[in-house]
């Protein structure tokens, strides 16, 4: 690697090894992409500004790795707002809805495919998409879904069965060539070939898009070779598909794909990237193929770096050693433990250190937390932290230990203290969870049993009306949140204001003639961080953020310790709302499994070992409800199908604990109270089992856009429980009509027996305005009373 022009202040020394960075965050420290990108949506600045703050961003990237020490430098990992549609846009996989005219691709056709046309931004119902887009208006965006098992979303190609491909973006081209120009020799990031089309859908039924492999593949080896010609020596493809189950068409591929490119770009040195797993059952694929080197996740499958005795000689290896997809410090002096063996048998020309993936999973820059507690923050490390231990590492092992002595003492020092820290390891919270047992798991009579217990008591008319638990976060909402945080608006001030919301959404659920009414939430920023900032054991970042999708960011709760709840987090505001009326008022909770998956979760124990204290949290909360008079109390699952591992064959251990945890939370209670759960959009043919396990009274699930197909599950299943299946689409801004819905719930109870069913929308109505709101649900009351007459 040219290092003449570096202006490195750095006195780390890497130089015989390589230190490597597969990527890192896009959206700037102060999230400068996000107003960039929102300034010019809304019309305020023009293209050219964008581009220029993209410019800005990528030239303060490549500076910041290279000052820490960083020796590979990528270049083409920056997005303006997701690489797999730069990857769809360079190939020139634009569906016709975007009538592209074969030119160059505009920003508008690239936005276009990315949030939709001529609508408003688009927004996310759970602030945690995972749902489609607001397409009411004009062009629909592509649909957008997770990134392997990561909370950041890529958009899905779409591809058709005589798809063609041309190269109509040259954008890896122009980001090499605008670093070299900053002096800067860079190794361009490309989505994989094979990766691209796994993750691609078609429209066409029964064709595999894998089957137009040999037609992508010109486009690709256009880029690759026009990258050698200026002067790259070696490109980065990402195929984190080889950490997933391939079946042999797939293995096919590879081997065609990687033989082609090594044929037709025989100088290109490639470093074929896996992340998020081990290759398991792919190594001999990954292996055999014709790369120069190849990149393992060693932070996920650790093990691999004892089994690198059958890597051919001439690969060179990239050890990826420091967590990209969490935020805790490294143990420097354990990792070099594991490195220093396996380097002496490779040799250190054969090895490159690197992050396990992509930085673009983490914050940026721990440095902007001034706010944190100085303990926490000693034992934390975002992007910038985490290429200074990479840097620290390569100095350890090209010139031995002693040359970063002070680092390593410092990293010893942040290890020790987190093991024994009392503020992490909380002898009652041990002992909590020690002293769980069976009939704590388990409710004390069977569905049936509670269910006749429940009707006594409730006395709810046939197709029981409710929601799911938000109602408008209005700017109002949000406005006064932020004064109150500001200081600008006294406690009481707030509480009075908050109490105001929730008193006129409760009038208006009676008046519209809801069955099961809810307090609004309005008191909520969030539904995980609300619970996280009143429970021991979160911590709370200020600029933490990390890309969701396009210009949304969240601030993920770092769950750093044992947690307990101090004190009742919810049950003042579910007080209040009852007092208002006499029908019954549904307690709101988020599940420990949803909790722990959006949050980053400590790493010292076990996931399903945080979960289970998250869930004798809730437990305790649910149990005060119940004690302040809840009847009905739903425990949001939102996220428990996207916990799912990546292998099927690790399917079955995630959710027997999932299952698990939601069980302890919600099994303290009489059979007289009703548990409710929710769960948005998502395929349960392969879960309904898990469901099952849950054994919640009653579950609401997101069903409008699948026509009700999503019961098919249930009915197959036998699912005896009640179901609320969404007969409104929250996502859009579109107020369906009365028939719409009873349409819907005629397809509902050809599936389920009428005493199952439930009425409610989709999701919560938190990004939905009152004016959408308030026909939406009349006429779904209105549907509901069609139905009971006709029933
Ligand atoms: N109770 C939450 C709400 O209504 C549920 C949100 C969700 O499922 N993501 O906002
Ligand atoms: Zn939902």
């Given amino acids: 690697m040219s290092s003449s022009k570096a202006t490195s202040t750095s006195t780390i020394s890497t130089s ?183 993750l691609a859908k078609s429209k066409d039924a029964g064709f595999n898009p894998l089957s137009l492999l040999d037609r992508l593949l010109p486009v690709y080896i256009e880029v690759l070779r026009e990258l050698a010609y200026r002067g790259a020596e070696w490109v980065q493809i ?45 190594r001999d694929t990954a292996l055999s193929l014709p790369v120069a080197g190849l990149h393992l996740d060693l932070v996920r499958a650790p093990e691999q770096i004892d089994d690198l005795a059958g890597v051919p000689d001439n690969r060179v290896l990239s050890l990826g050693m420091i967590d990209g997809r969490n935020i805790w410090r490294a143990d420097l002096s354990r990792l070099l433990d594991r490195l220093e063996p396996a380097i002496a048998k490779l040799g250190k020309h054969r090895v490159q250190i690197a992050p396990s993936c992509s930085l673009l999973h983490v914050p940026i820059d721990l440095a902007l937390e001034t706010e944190l507690d100085p303990e926490i923050k000693s034992w934390l490390a975002f992007s910038v932290q985490k290429l200074e231990e990479l840097a620290t590492l390569g100095t350890a092992l090209a010139d031995g230990r002693r040359a970063v002595e002070a680092n390593l003492k410092a990293s010893d020092r942040a290890a020790t203290s987190r093991k024994a820290s009392p503020r992490i390891h909380d002898a009652k919270v041990a002992a909590r969870v020690a002293g ?134 919810t049950v003042e505001w579910w007080q209040y709302a009852q007092s208002l009326t006499k029908k019954p008022m549904k307690a709101m909770l988020t599940g420990p499994v ?97 469901i099952g396990a849950m054994d919640a009274d009653v579950i609401s699930i997101e069903t409008s856009r699948s026509k009700m197909e999503l019961l098919d599950a249930f009915r197959d299943y036998r699912y005896p429980n009640e179901i609320g299946p969404g007969v409104y689409d929250i996502h859009s801004p579109r107020v369906p009509e009365i028939g719409e819905m009873t349409g819907l719930l005629k397809l509902a109870r050809q599936r389920l027996s009428d005493t199952q069913i439930w009425i409610n929308p989709d999701c919560g109505l938190k990004t939905r305005k009152w004016e959408e709101v308030r026909p939406a649900l009349a006429n779904m009351v209105a549907a509901a009373r069609e139905l009971r007459a006709m029933a």
């Fill in 594 to 690: 949803t909790i722990l998956n959006w949050s980053f979760v400590r790493d010292d124990i076990p996931r399903s070992e945080a979960c289970r204290q998250i869930a004798l949290a809730i437990r305790d909360e649910v149990a005060d409800l119940e004690a302040a008079g809840a009847g009905m109390i739903q425990i949001d699952e939102a996220a428990l199908r996207e916990g799912l591992p990546l292998r099927k064959s690790e399917w079955q251990a995630y959710l027997d604990w999932a299952v698990d945890a939601f069980r302890l939370c919600s099994s303290g209670v009489r059979d007289e109270t009703q548990i409710h759960t929710h769960m948005c959009y998502s395929e349960f043919n392969d879960i309904i089992g898990a």
């Fill in 238 to 282: 990402d195929e984190p598909c080889l950490v997933l189950d391939l079946d042999i068409v797939a293995q096919q591929a590879l081997h065609y794909a990687y033989a082609e490119i090594a044929s037709a770009v025989p100088q290109l040195k490639i470093m074929l990237t896996t992340y998020f797993g081990g290759l398991g059952a792919n």
């Fill in 16 to 198: 015989s090894l390589r230190v490597a960075s597969l990527g890192t965050p896009r959206i700037g420290p102060r999230r400068e992409l996000k107003f960039a990108l929102e300034s010019f949506w809304s019309g305020a600045t023009d293209e050219k500004a964008l581009i220029e703050a993209g410019v800005g961003l990528r030239a303060a990237n490549w500076a910041r790795q290279k000052k820490l020490g960083v020796t590979v430098i990528p270049s083409n990992d920056f997005s303006f707002y997701d690489q797999v549609l730069d990857t769809s846009v360079m190939v020139g996989a634009i569906p016709e809805i975007y009538r592209w005219n074969g030119g160059p691709v505009s920003l508008a056709t690239y936005f276009a495919m990315a949030r939709g046309a001529q609508g408003k931004p688009h927004e996310a119902s759970c602030g945690h998409a995972s749902h489609g887009h607001d397409d009411a208006h004009g062009v629909p965006a592509l649909e957008m879904t997770k990134w392997f098992d990561t909370n950041y979303h890529y958009m899905v190609p779409e591809l058709t069965k005589d798809q063609k491909f041309i190269l109509a973006s040259r954008k890896p081209i122009e980001e090499y060539e605008e670093a070299k120009a900053l002096g800067y020799q860079t190794r361009p990031v490309l989505v994989g070939p094979v990766t691209f089309l796994k």
């Fill in 436 to 569: 769980v047992n069976e009939p704590m798991r388990f409710r004390s009579s069977i569905f049936a049993e509670r269910a006749t217990v429940q009707r006594e008591r409730f006395n709810l008319p046939a197709f029981p009306t409710t929601t799911i638990g938000s109602f408008p976060q209005t700017a109002d909402v949000r406005n006064a949140r932020s004064a109150h945080a500001r200081g600008a608006l006294t406690d009481e001030a707030y509480k009075l204001y908050l109490q105001n919301q929730t008193a006129r959404t409760v009038r208006w659920q009676e008046n519209i003639g809801l069955d099961v009414l809810v307090h609004g939430e309005f008191e909520r920023n969030d539904m995980v961080q609300y619970f996280g900032e009143q429970l021991a054991g979160f911590a709370f970042t200020a600029h933490g953020w990390v890309q969701s999708y396009g210009s949304r960011y969240v601030r993920p709760p770092v769950l750093f310790g044992d947690v307990s709840r101090p004190k009742p987090m």
